[in-house]
């Protein structure tokens, strides 16, 4: 009789349904609820904006039940839409934002 080896201990890639079902699983796992911001973070979000002069953002905000950290520059902020756009392209709506930080 032969050891079985590794499969052995593989019992729940067996099936391709099931791996798919698992992966679905961790990404619901993952999902959170937006968090809220205080009315001070949310002040010193705005001066941030209000006071921006080129330098290095680290940029915080929440997109797809996730909360996602960038550090980029500013290339617009544009208030009649309310969302910013990044040298790299990326725009990130205003009320998305939960963080933000100066480098």
Do not use: M, P, R, Y
């Given at each position: 009789m032969s050891e079985r080896g590794m499969k052995k201990w593989a019992p729940y890639k067996s099936l391709n349904e099931q791996d798919n079902y698992l992966k679905k699983l961790h990404e619901k796992n993952q999902?959170?609820?937006k968090p809220k911001i205080s009315s001070d973070e949310a002040e010193i979000i705005n001066n941030i904006l209000v006071n921006y002069h080129?330098?290095?953002l680290t940029i915080t905000y929440w997109r797809d039940e996730k909360v996602n950290t960038v550090v980029a520059i500013i290339s617009k902020i544009d208030p009649i839409n309310k969302k910013?756009?990044?040298v790299n392209r990326k725009t990130i709506l205003m009320?998305?934002?939960i963080g933000l930080t100066e480098n």
């Open positions: 999902k959170i609820n080129g330098q290095e910013i756009v990044l009320n998305e934002i």
